[in-house]
């Protein structure tokens, strides 16, 4: 199996995962920071990336249907997010749709826990507030 590999994110990345039907259409996408794509085999399997206020980052992912495909994937994710606590960040944030279980268990996997209650966000649904603390 081809191991991913990471590059600059590109804003046809996004929008190539995005055009799966399985995708969340909500997605939360804010390409205004750094941000990253995992592809392989000429596959975008994954986009991830953060926004920056003082010394929490709010952090966003998209990924592909196929990227189950490739386990790496998942751990090239969470050594991204390490490295952001690396150059000086204390938090990191992000909201998932409560009516995504697999979601919910994939970013508890990467070390975040939930705070707080649900917030009802414009889509007309229900998100859980994560955070990752360093």
């Given at each position: 199996m081809t191991i991913p590999t990471i590059r600059e994110f590109r804003d046809e990345d996004a929008q190539t995962i995005l055009r799966f039907p399985q995708v969340d259409p909500y997605a939360p996408f804010e390409p205004t920071g750094p941000a990253f794509t995992l592809e392989a085999e000429g596959n975008i399997l994954a986009c991830v990336g953060y926004e920056a206020e003082e010394d929490v980052a709010k952090c966003w992912m998209i990924l592909s249907p196929d990227s189950v495909k490739y386990p790496r994937v998942f751990w090239a994710m969470r050594s991204l997010l390490d490295e952001v606590f690396k150059i000086g960040y204390k938090r990191v944030l992000t909201m998932v749709s409560l009516d995504w279980p697999e979601?919910?268990?994939?970013?508890?996997?990467m070390k975040f826990a939930p705070i707080g209650t649900p917030i009802f966000c414009p889509d007309g649904r229900f998100y859980t507030v994560y955070e990752r603390v360093a």
């Open positions: 979601a919910q268990r994939f970013i508890k996997w």
